[in-house]
């Protein structure tokens, strides 16, 4: 029998690094940024139609950089869900409803509006509040 020395050193080096990590869930390690009492968790879903897929998913990522730039913005981050690939989610954290009701009405968000007219089979907003 022979030895692969590629195969000995990257076991070698997945289990040191396996090791490196500890016990200690990565999660557990990070601080959590705090979160206003007034903010708004907003869950915001788009499904485009047959054969705009491609043009709804550039007008929502178009919207990512500008909006994480507004003020009040704490998190705003678009999903493509793995088994339809016209379903898009939008995961936002906003500071409070002023700065909501400000992206709402920005340039960027009504280029969005425009650039999906037509293309969008349904969509909708759903708040939450934040627990724990």
């Known amino acids: 029998m022979s030895i692969n020395r590629r195969d000995v050193l990257a076991r070698g080096l997945g289990l040191a690094s ?3 990590l500890g016990t200690k869930p ?3 390690q990070t601080t959590q940024p705090k979160i206003p009492d007034d903010a708004i968790i907003l869950i915001a879903e788009l499904k485009a ?3 705009a897929e491609e043009a709804v998913k550039k007008a ?3 919207m990512v ?3 994480r730039k507004e003020k009040g913005c704490l998190c ?3 999903h493509q869900s793995e088994k339809d690939a016209a379903t898009f989610v939008f995961y936002e954290q ?3 409803q002023k700065a909501l ?3 709402g009405k920005s340039a960027h968000m009504r280029a969005m509006r425009a650039a999906t007219h037509g293309k969008v089979a349904k969509g909708g907003a759903t708040r939450y509040r934040l627990l724990a």
């Open 18 to 20: 396996i090791a490196a």
């Open 26 to 28: 990565l999660a557990a």
């Open 49 to 51: 139609k047959p054969g």
């Open 60 to 62: 929502l990522i178009a």
């Open 65 to 67: 950089a500008p909006t």
């Open 76 to 78: 705003y981050n678009l």
């Open 94 to 96: 906003w500071a409070n």
């Open 101 to 103: 009701g400000t992206h």
